[in-house]
């Protein structure tokens, strides 16, 4: 079964930040903290090799491979980056998540469009995640005020370092100032949850790539520097047996509010489409539905996660719920249209008219 037919695609998050910021950092907690999940990475000068998520992060070093210049968004086209995803993206490799540790001197925008004009059906856009050095975020702006174009474009914003600063209040408030809607994280050591960036691989049954149970379940043995992660991020867990009206959904992630990260999962548009769930996959302003049939005796329900920072739960459950469809037993033959501009066009879906 091939990964478009199956319905499962890696996510390629993109980590970026300028030369200091904690990105091997960040990338080296992500490889220890992974929760069995498997990283595949593509870093630095660009290099592609395939990580066992438990393995040293030092062997990195020996298996990279240079292409010149050392900047990736340079040095490579969306073509030839598919060389190497398509390395990483192969079923036997049993990779569960790509990520590509930028050049400090990468240009973000480039490296997200270089992924998302990528054709390699098993891969999906993962997100942006800019790390900042809190302790020279001031200075870092003053000689390359180019960062606050980078931070705009961000889905994740990790302000590393929080812990060498007096002020951190007013440095996280700044970077907050000069994101669009991006969920800000602070960090210490690059600590933070790796749940944020992608789906841990989970003991349980999943839904989708995502656990319910996984997103509640933090590592009580960490050390001094890494206590509380999950302060940092809010998760809500919403099912429901009750159909989705597909112009009450699209409203709301239209306006999703700032720090909402991440939502996964499916959903049942009831008499919309009576023979697909809608895998859900948004990160930051991406958003794509894939449509797949019900599996033979499954439950029709709607299952999402979201995670977000400073997000109020309980609000976001009323608008989900708020989202259900009143009991109409035949749909409108317009009511789909908004979710399906965010299906891509390749996919192989049943028709939801049909």
């Given at each position: 079964m ?6 499962r695609?890696i ?17 080296n ?10 990283i ?11 990580i ?5 992060a030092?062997?990195l ?8 210049n050392?900047?990736?968004c340079?040095?490579v ?8 995803l398509?390395r990483l993206?192969r ?12 050049s400090g001197?990468?240009?973000p ?8 004009a ?15 050095d ?7 702006r003053?000689?390359h005020?180019?960062i ?16 060498r600063?007096t ?6 408030g700044l970077?907050?100032s ?10 210490s050591y690059g600590?933070?949850?790796p749940?944020f960036l ?6 349980e ?9 996984d997103?509640?379940?933090h590592d009580d043995a ?10 940092a ?11 989705t009206?597909?112009?009450r959904l699209i ?12 939502i ?8 919309y489409?009576v023979?697909?769930?809608?895998a ?8 794509r539905?894939?449509?797949e049939?019900w ?15 400073g997000i ?8 989900l719920?708020?989202c259900g469809?009143?009991?109409a037993p ?5 009511g ?8 891509q066009?390749?996919?192989e879906?049943?028709?939801p008219?049909?």
């Amino acid at each position: 079964m091939s990964e478009r037919s199956s319905g499962r695609q890696i996510p390629v998050v993109v980590l970026a930040g300028f030369l200091g910021s904690g990105k091997t950092t960040l990338l080296n907690h992500l490889l220890h903290r992974s929760g069995g999940s498997r990283i595949g990475a593509v870093v630095n000068d660009f290099g592609a090799i395939e990580i066992d998520a438990m393995a040293v992060a030092g062997a990195l070093g020996d298996s990279t491979v240079s292409l010149g210049n050392g900047c990736l968004c340079c040095a490579v086209d969306s073509s030839e980056l598919d060389v190497y995803l398509e390395r990483l993206a192969r079923p036997s490799a049993g990779i569960d998540v790509i990520v590509i540790e930028a050049s400090g001197l990468a240009e973000p925008q480039e490296l997200v469009r270089m992924v998302l004009a990528s054709e390699h059906p098993g891969i999906v856009y993962g997100g942006l995640v800019e790390v900042v050095d809190a302790a020279e975020f001031d200075d870092t702006r003053a000689r390359h005020p180019q960062i606050d174009r980078h931070l705009a474009l961000a889905d994740l914003v990790v302000v590393n370092k929080i812990d060498r600063v007096t002020d951190a209040a007013r440095v996280l408030g700044l970077v907050r100032s000069l994101v669009d809607r991006a969920a800000v994280v602070p960090a210490s050591y690059g600590r933070v949850d790796p749940a944020f960036l992608f789906d841990c691989r989970p003991g349980e049954e999943r839904i989708g790539q995502l656990s319910f149970d996984d997103l509640h379940r933090h590592d009580d043995a960490e050390d001094d520097h890494t206590a509380h992660l999950h302060a940092a991020y809010d998760s809500l867990s919403f099912a429901s047996a009750r159909p989705t009206d597909p112009r009450r959904l699209i409203r709301f992630l239209d306006s999703r509010p700032a720090g909402l990260y991440r939502i996964k999962g499916y959903v049942d548009f009831g008499p919309y489409d009576v023979r697909n769930r809608y895998a859900v996959h948004a990160v930051g302003r991406f958003l794509r539905f894939y449509p797949e049939p019900w599996p033979a005796g499954a439950e029709r329900r709607t299952q999402l996660v979201l995670i977000g920072a400073g997000i109020d739960a309980a609000a976001l459950r009323a608008e989900l719920e708020a989202c259900g469809n009143d009991g109409a037993p035949h749909a409108d033959e317009d009511g789909m249209w908004g979710v399906l501009r965010y299906v891509q066009e390749t996919e192989e879906a049943e028709d939801p008219a049909a």
